[in-house]
Structures are given as C-alpha cells and as structure tokens.
C-alpha cells in the first residue's frame, strides 16, 4: 500500500470546518483512499473513503484532487466530539480469493483538537 | 448490530500466566483482524483471519496464539508475556464486497498490562 503524509497536530475552533489535509504522491490507480479517526481510549472509527470522485456522507466530505496525490477530509461543523486522530489510508480492496490478503496499514495520523 | 464486542476490556497478568482475549461479531464478517497498540503510536497489524483461516501473520512472536473457532469468534491467546507487550489489543472485522465499499469496524480493544 501506498504510504501516507498527514501534520502530527491541528487545532480547529468549534462550529467552524476542519480541513484535514493528506499527502498520498505514490498511490497507485486501484487504491482507494480511506479515512478513519480514533477518539481516545476508543478502537479506530470509519470516516470515509473514496476513490476519485468527492465524496460525501453524514460525517465529512472527501475532496481527492484531480492528479490523487493529495486529499482533504472536512469536517463541516466540527465539535468537541470531533477531538481525535484521524488516520489517511490509501488501499487496494481486495476480493475474492485474495479477500482478507491485505494489510491495513495505519500512518501516524493528524492529532486533531477542537477548541471551544 | 454492528458491533465488534471485545472482552476483557481490562487485564492484568503476570509473565508466567496464560490468558486469552475474545472478540466477537454478528455483522456475518468473514475477515478478522487483531491489532496491538502502544501508547501515542498507531495501531498495528498482528493477524487476519479469512473465512476462518489465517491469511497474515505479521512475523508475530509465539507467545501470541490467535484462534478462530467459528465465523463470529476470534481468539487471542496469551502465554509468557512480557512487559513490553503490554498494549490496547484491537479487534476489527469486515465484510467481503464486490460494491467496493468495504470497510474494518473495530471493537473498543482490551487495554493489556504484563507485570
């Protein structure tokens, strides 16, 4: 799997977007890229993912650029619940005989911390 | 339910003891996963188990004996630990699926201390 870059720390003020950026140069064409965040004392949560196109669900927003070197997770309105460290994955996903054959592999994540 | 249920959610053990984690899920996963975390570091992958057969093993030393019983259930065994294994062990699961959409649902994890 392709690996990631994310800063190790970013604060955001409740109520405003929090726009978490990753770098992901080496990814290859079948890779997805995956976010998930991990509140403290809690097992990792999925966000979401994508794999060319923006995407959108009741959580965030994933904008991937044109070239999918580079992403952006946004979280619209963010809360103090929001506090955490958000993980960039990029993966293949793998099905059939070589279903479970991949490693999920977690970079050092954005320590995330929103400020009343 | 889509729920990874992991227990115990606390455990002390000295070196010499044997003890086992167990993780459960009723989502119908057929891949599980055990990774261990050490404090400010990410998680990282020790086993994964497709359709109940072990498919990675990532060169994790012998004191460490997974086990998969049954499409719902995975074990980890635990025997001659030492201090430095001492971790959150996090359980996932996930769902094989040709929609591309598939993604791990971890438990909470058990937070382990070796004395």
């Known amino acids: 799997d392709a690996k990631t870059t994310q800063p190790p720390s970013m604060d955001c003020a409740e109520g405003r977007a929090a726009n978490l950026p990753c770098n992901h140069s080496t990814i290859s064409g079948n890779e997805y890229v995956y976010w998930y965040r991990q509140i403290h004392s809690q097992g990792p949560q999925y966000i979401i993912h994508g794999l060319k196109n923006n995407e959108t669900n009741e959580m965030a927003s994933l904008i991937i650029t044109e070239d999918r070197k580079s992403s952006t997770l946004i979280l619209p309105h963010a809360t103090l619940r929001d506090t955490a460290v958000y993980y960039c994955i990029v993966r293949v996903i793998l099905i059939g005989s070589n279903f479970g054959n991949e490693k999920l592999t977690f970079g050092t994540g954005t320590r995330l911390t929103i400020i009343p | 339910d889509t729920e990874v249920t992991q227990t115990p959610k606390h455990l002390v053990m000295g070196m010499t003891n044997k003890k086992s984690l167990k993780c459960e899920q009723h989502?119908?996963?057929?891949?599980m996963y055990w990774y261990k975390q050490k404090a400010k570091k990410p998680p990282e992958l020790m086993f994964v188990?497709?359709?109940?057969?072990?498919?990675i093993n990532e060169s994790v030393p012998s004191r460490f004996s997974p086990e998969c019983p049954n499409s719902s259930l995975l074990n980890l065994h635990l025997h001659a630990l030492q201090p430095e294994d001492s971790a959150l062990y996090l359980c996932?699961?996930?769902?094989?699926?040709?929609?591309?959409?598939?993604?791990?649902?971890f438990g909470s994890g058990t937070q382990l201390s070796v004395l």
């Open positions: 188990y497709s359709y109940e057969k072990l498919s």
């Open positions: 996932a699961s996930s769902q094989e699926s040709r929609l591309t959409n598939e993604k791990l649902f």
């Open positions: 989502m119908g996963h057929r891949a």
